[in-house]
């Protein structure tokens, strides 16, 4: 079953050798043992035992040998398998493929250029297109190019964020904004190594970055392309393993063309997203069917292999929500580095405790206090559960001036962490009840 697997991916006029194992060579169209060795070698089948090729010995006539295919050893002893392409094939199904099925009207396909796709890539990391597209057009709205974005403070650009998580990246987008600014005249430089250089951007951002934004060769490797190139080539084992990451890159470039590069990225990019799926790909109606390695062997559901599981460590903290008689709230920005880094946000402590002192050094009388179920928010490194504590405060001015932050009614909230938000709206809407439900009464 792995042998016909394995040929799959040659071209017709390249399946000899293990499209009929036993066959001689000159049944095959080879004209020599040295042409079949060579053949294995082309395919990676290096490291097949002397013993499987055999030679007629007999009669001591001309040698009629014979390759006794055995891919699954070569598995077993060549984990870093390298199943043999067609490139130009492989390229030429994926991009008729994409001229009538590709995405070609996202917001940033529309006036394409470097800084969209870069602003692009870095919103789809970790994140689904559907969530990007608003978030996109309104960043797009406010810094439709690097100059602005280099000029904007750092409050205004994780403002824009807000809710997108991860904010590393606003400030990454930030600094890397003010890089291209001044020392790159405000362009993104035409070289990989120099693009990757700058905060915040891994090798297939830089090479998404050339590849769509400029039209120059350069592969990529984003989740959906591992996806792809995984099950095709048939890469067992955890994409993120550096071993396999440096075959599916090598892979990844053995298989860029030379033209239309940029609409070949987009292609594995949107085959990924759109036919070869985590669950249930639609192999039916995929351009790489044929050839395709855990089609072919019915291991689509176990290829790429998960993310090896991880016990994910638990923080706790408590936030308080400080209410005053305006139903407004009180807010303080973060420090500028660890998580929600600038965002407006609860003051937030390690414990019930240290929160009761805060409050008493503020003239905040606690003894009204609602503490809240918990909650739970999970980083990409750990969960958070938090427990809200509600306090309502009588009047500003019996509170200490010792505040560092302001109060905000619905209305001005801004640039807040998803969970947050989410909280604050449900206490809004709790408010907004209660105050109906007095009024009725
Ligand atoms: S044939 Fe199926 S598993 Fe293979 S690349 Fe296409 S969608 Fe993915």
């Known amino acids: 079953m792995r042998d016909s697997a394995v040929v799959a991916n040659l071209s017709p006029a390249r399946q000899g050798p293990q499209h009929c194992p036993n066959a001689s060579p000159d049944q095959q169209g080879h004209e020599s043992l040295e042409s079949i060795i060579i053949e294995c070698d082309l395919y990676g089948l290096k490291q097949l035992r002397k013993g499987e090729i055999l030679t007629s010995s007999s009669d001591r006539t001309p040698a009629r040998p014979t390759l006794i295919m055995d891919a699954d ?32 009207n996202l917001p940033w396909q529309t006036e394409r250029n470097p800084y969209r796709v870069w602003v692009s890539e870095i919103m789809l990391q970790q994140t689904q297109v559907t969530t990007v597209i608003p978030y996109f057009i309104r960043f797009m709205t406010r810094f439709p190019d690097v100059s602005s974005l280099a000029a904007a403070r750092l409050d205004d650009v994780t403002a824009h964020w807000a809710g997108l998580g991860y904010y590393a990246r ?22 990989l190594d120099t693009i990757q250089k700058l905060p915040g951007i891994g090798r297939s951002t830089a090479g998404a970055i050339l590849s769509l934004g400029m039209n120059h060769r350069a592969a ?67 351009p ?21 599981k991880r016990e994910m460590p638990t923080r706790r903290s408590f936030m308080l929500v400080l209410r005053n008689s305006n139903n407004e709230i009180f807010l303080e920005t973060r420090p500028p ?12 402590f390690d414990s019930l ?4 002192i805060w409050c008493a050094q503020r003239n905040i009388n606690s003894t009204q206090m609602d503490v809240m179920p918990d909650r739970r928010h999970t980083f990409s490194h750990y969960h958070l559960n938090f427990t809200p504590v509600l306090c309502p405060v009588r009047a500003i001015h019996s509170v200490s001036e010792n505040l560092h932050g302001g109060w905000f009614t619905s209305a001005t909230m801004s640039s807040l962490p998803a969970p947050i938000r989410t909280l604050l709206a449900e206490l809004d809407m709790e408010a907004t009840r209660s105050t109906h439900l007095t009024i009725k009464s």
């Not at 001044?182 to 430089?189: A, I, L, M």
């Not at 062997?297 to 292999?305: F, K, L, N, Q, S």
Request: overall charge neutral; hydrophobic content about 35%; proline content about 6%.
């Open 220 to 286: 990529i490797l984003d989740g959906n392309v591992k996806r792809v190139l995984c099950r095709f080539a048939g890469i067992e084992g955890w994409s993120g393993q550096a071993s396999i990451d440096r075959q599916l890159w090598t892979l990844s470039e053995q298989l860029t063309p030379t033209i239309r590069v940029g609409d070949y990225n987009q292609a594995m990019m949107d085959l990924g997203a759109m036919v070869c799926t985590r669950s249930k790909p639609t192999c039916a109606s995929c």
């Open 170 to 191: 606003a400030r990454h987008l930030l600094l890397t904004a003010i890089t291209l600014e001044t020392q790159h005249d405000g362009e993104f430089p035409a070289n």
């Open 337 to 348: 580095t660890g998580i929600w880094a600038s965002l407006k946000s609860l003051p937030e």
């Open 288 to 308: 790489l069917m044929a050839g395709c390695e855990a089609q072919t062997t019915a291991r689509t559901h176990v290829i790429p292999a998960p993310r090896p």
């Open 353 to 356: 405790d240290g929160l009761k």
């Open 73 to 104: 050893f070569n598995h077993r002893h060549n984990p870093i398998y390298n199943p043999p392409m067609d490139t130009d094939d492989f390229s030429a199904r994926m991009l008729a493929w994409f001229d009538l099925h590709g995405r070609k």
